[in-house]
């Protein structure tokens, strides 16, 4: 089968709970099967809580986090630093190897900047899979954080579903973003099975899609276009579910090319 990236986001990553779920998931998949796993993670959630503490503003452009130049330090050492080890901490309480990378790491991602009004963000390219392949080859569980480098050394936060995306294309590989909620919703709340590019658009102009889920369903959109298969919004809570989603089965939404 093809590599797997299963893309983390939302309150995850600042929940004992969900991580072991998660995690134990992970394990007995792997004890089970032979498919290549990474992992690309963001970590907002952890960005928000620290820029509160240090009384620092927070804004987003249409999902998007703006990133001035003074921020960046600060959001690298969250995502790349406290979000990337707590990653590993949980893969090694779990005897899984792992390492923690950013896009930058062996040329991955390639990031150049999105958009001067946002400050240090960056816009994700497929890159080189030499070292992730070599990694995955090795037995290795990949963490890869959403930061980014552009060719003239610049730190740049990258969306992490767009990382994911630009990974999964890199590497020939599925994806799977896995969100806070089951799946994308429909205006009662009820869950939509497959969404294709055409009631993506519906739901957004009706206002039933709106902020971080807008960049999500273009994200997961984007990804089935480039990598020509399905993309998958999923829900971490069922934890039992998850083997079965890692194998290819849907139980959250299934984002059609």
């Not at 960046?72 to 590993?88: F, M, R, S």
Request: hydrophobic letters at 45%.
């Amino acid at each position: 089968m093809n590599p797997l990236i299963i893309k983390l986001g939302g309150v995850l990553l600042d929940s004992e709970e969900a991580l072991e779920r998660l995690f134990s998931a992970l394990d007995s998949y792997r004890a089970q099967h032979q498919r290549p796993l990474l992992i690309v993670h963001g970590g907002g959630c952890l960005v928000d809580e620290l820029m509160k503490k240090l009384a620092l503003p927070v804004t987003k452009v249409n999902g998007l986090r703006v990133t001035p130049a003074d921020q960046i330090d600060i959001i690298t050492g969250a995502l790349a630093g406290t979000a990337n080890k707590t990653l590993l901490a949980w893969a090694k309480k779990h005897a899984i190897p792992a390492v923690g990378l950013c896009l930058g790491d062996g040329d991955s991602v390639n990031v150049t900047p999105l958009d001067e009004k946002l400050g240090h963000v960056g816009k994700a390219q497929p890159g080189s899979p030499v070292l992730v392949n070599t990694l995955l080859g090795a037995g290795y569980l990949p963490v890869i954080s959403s930061i980014g480098i552009t060719a003239e050394g610049q730190l740049m936060n990258v969306n992490a579903d767009q990382a994911a995306t630009a990974l999964a294309a890199t590497l020939g590989a599925d994806l799977i973003l896995l969100s806070d909620v089951s799946g994308i919703l429909d205006g009662k709340g009820q869950r939509i099975n497959e969404m294709t590019a055409h009631k993506a658009e519906q739901l957004i102009a009706q206002g039933i899609i709106t902020d971080g889920m807008i960049v999500k369903v273009n994200a997961a959109l984007d990804a089935a276009r480039t990598l020509g298969r399905p993309v998958d919004i999923a829900g971490w809570r069922h934890a039992e579910q998850l083997p079965a989603l890692f194998n290819g089965e849907s139980i959250g939404t299934r984002i059609l090319a």
